[in-house]
């Protein structure tokens, strides 16, 4: 089964920038998606960002929900197990904890509206907070 671990959340003002890892393993298959979601305070948990990882590919398939299109990318690491989403130009609305997940049986598509349940494997979280 997949293990996930995220890091890099913390504090920044409006404007600023943070990148957020998440190192995936225990992988048999040949393809997984992995995703960030994130969920305010009261709020239900939201798709932000997805990448179809296919073994011995550097790139693949990515998506974007459209409140972070043109401010967050996501991408594989130079280590093919660890992803990156880094967010730029963050804004207050995108605060909240960011999880990262990942499933080797959904693709990565319409990341905006993939209900959480999709993905069967997610890390602990990570608090992003932006604030002034």
Same mark, same amino acid.
Do not use: H, L, M
């Given at each position: 089964q997949l293990h996930v671990v995220e890091s890099g959340g913390g504090l920044v003002p409006p404007g600023g920038s943070l990148r957020l890892s998440c190192a995936v393993s225990g992988y048999?298959?040949? =393809? =997984?998606? +992995? &995703?960030?979601?994130?969920? &305010?305070? @009261?709020?239900?948990r939201e798709g932000v960002s997805c990448f179809g990882s296919s073994n011995g590919v550097v790139g693949g398939p990515t998506d974007y929900a459209?409140?972070?299109?043109?401010?967050?990318? +996501?991408?594989? @690491?130079?280590?093919?197990?660890t992803f990156y989403l880094q967010m730029d130009n963050l804004k207050s609305e995108d605060t909240g904890v960011y999880y990262c997940a990942a499933d080797p049986e959904i693709r990565c598509m319409e990341i905006g509206v993939t209900p959480s349940s999709y993905y069967g494997f997610w890390g602990q979280g990570t608090q992003v907070t932006v604030s002034s």
């Open positions: 048999t298959s040949d =393809y =997984y998606a +992995i &995703a960030w979601f994130r969920q &305010a305070p @009261g709020k239900e459209d409140s972070v299109k043109g401010r967050f990318t +996501i991408s594989r @690491g130079n280590a093919a197990n």
